[in-house]
């Protein structure tokens, strides 16, 4: 009897530990912001790599346009590749929690459609199909940018 109710007690305190994991998973570090959007709450050093990557997929964004444009069939999977999922390695791990889920969803699917291009690219496909393929994807950052912004959380109390 004894054994059967601890183990009860068990299952009810790991519930609640992955419960608050998964919360911490999904939620992120998010607060509303004065202009509207949802801030995301990270470190300086965690926003200025962020950032760096997202100028980096605006040079990708640019290079495979330019290369699909000019039939460098070559040039789009190499350039496509630079902001594909390998490159989210360089991305911190502390990042981890922080971003909510619905962030890291549009994310991903960002990196994974210049995977798309690079692979479109590598199997023929014409620089007229990449480049509406972009075209789409670029959906993904005008809905990102509309829904978040990245601030300091040392700035905020
Ligand atoms: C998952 C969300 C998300 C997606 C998708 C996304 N961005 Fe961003 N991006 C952000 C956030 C958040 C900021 C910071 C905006 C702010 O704080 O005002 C940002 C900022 C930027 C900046 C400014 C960088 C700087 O140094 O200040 C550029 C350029 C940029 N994004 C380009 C892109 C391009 C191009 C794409 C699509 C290929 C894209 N982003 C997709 C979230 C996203």
Redesign the pocket.
Known sequence: MKKIQLSWVLVVILSVVVAIFAYKFTAGAVAPSDEGRQA?LISKDERNAL?LE??T??ES?QGVLAAANSGDMAKVATIARVSGMAAEEETPGSLFAKIPIA?KT??FA?RGRFDDMAVMAEEGKSGQEISAYLAD??N??IA??AM???VDEATVK
């Open positions: 995301v950032l997202m100028r997929w605006l964004a962030m549009l994310g960002t994807t670029m993904n950052c990102c940018h978040y912004t990245f």
